[in-house]
């Protein structure tokens, strides 16, 4: 049974609307991420978290906003959407045995569409 | 500039060849990572190798570290078609835990 689960997995929003992206996990990991992949980029860290209550900005947190209310779930928030936002975002847990050597588990990924 | 780079954008070989795929960093790093991404699903980690490590095997895989040229490669043996992907290698600093993707190279295997 898949660990990290997104919802939704394909949405399209008008420019200047609000988006929530869901992720859920059941690892009991502490340490979650929130990433975008754009062609020619990888994947690109937005926010992260270390437990619940805890939000970190990324490389790229310009327009986003992270929620960490329980262990298991971590959302990212547009609050004004901009077609400059469609991409495909991935939310990740991880097990954070110390010194950098965090193995990540990623979900299936949301599609976002900003009209 | 990116913190990790693979070296080709892209690869194509056919089936039961061996084919690497090599990547670059420029950070310290305490660990590096190897990342699979097959069409239409999140990335899955394939090995992580150690800055004490020098390879690194699982099944048919195989990654090195050479930190005094700051690069790694993962070679894949007797490939599949099923080892189609985008291939990403991943490094992390000390106590962070956040990983830094490279652009990833596309590994297409022929029948």
């Known amino acids: 049974e898949a660990a990290v689960t997104q919802s939704p997995r394909n949405k399209v929003a008008v420019t200047g609307g609000k988006v929530t992206l869901s992720c859920n996990q059941t690892?009991?990991?502490?340490?979650m991420y929130w990433y975008r992949q754009d062609t020619g980029h990888g994947l690109r860290l937005i926010h992260y978290?270390?437990?619940?209550?805890?939000?970190e900005k990324g490389d790229i947190p310009d327009g986003y906003k992270a929620s960490r209310p329980s262990q298991e779930n971590f959302s990212l928030i547009l609050e004004l959407a901009t077609p400059s936002q469609t991409s495909v975002y991935f939310c990740?847990?991880?097990?954070?045995?110390?010194?950098?050597?965090?193995?990540?588990?990623f979900g299936p990924g949301t599609r976002l569409l900003v009209l | 500039s990116q913190l990790a780079e693979e070296n080709l954008w892209a690869l194509s070989v056919h089936e039961g060849e061996s084919v690497t795929v090599n990547c670059s960093y420029k950070?310290?790093?305490?660990?590096l990572q190897w990342y699979r991404q097959k069409s239409g699903e999140g990335p899955a980690q394939l090995i992580l190798?150690?800055?004490?490590?020098r390879e690194k095997r699982n099944g048919r895989l195989r990654a090195t570290l050479d930190t005094s040229s700051q690069s790694s490669s993962l070679s894949i043996t007797a490939t599949r078609c099923e080892d189609t992907a985008v291939y990403f290698c991943?490094?992390?600093?000390?106590?962070?835990?956040?990983?830094?993707f490279g652009h990833g190279t596309i590994l297409r295997v022929h029948p």
């Open positions: 990740a847990s991880g097990d954070a045995p110390g010194e950098g050597q965090d193995t990540q588990y």
């Open positions: 690892n009991n990991h502490n340490n």
């Open positions: 978290s270390y437990g619940a209550g805890s939000t």
């Open positions: 950070t310290s790093i305490t660990a």
């Open positions: 190798i150690r800055s004490n490590e």
């Open positions: 991943a490094v992390s600093g000390a106590n962070t835990g956040k990983l830094t």
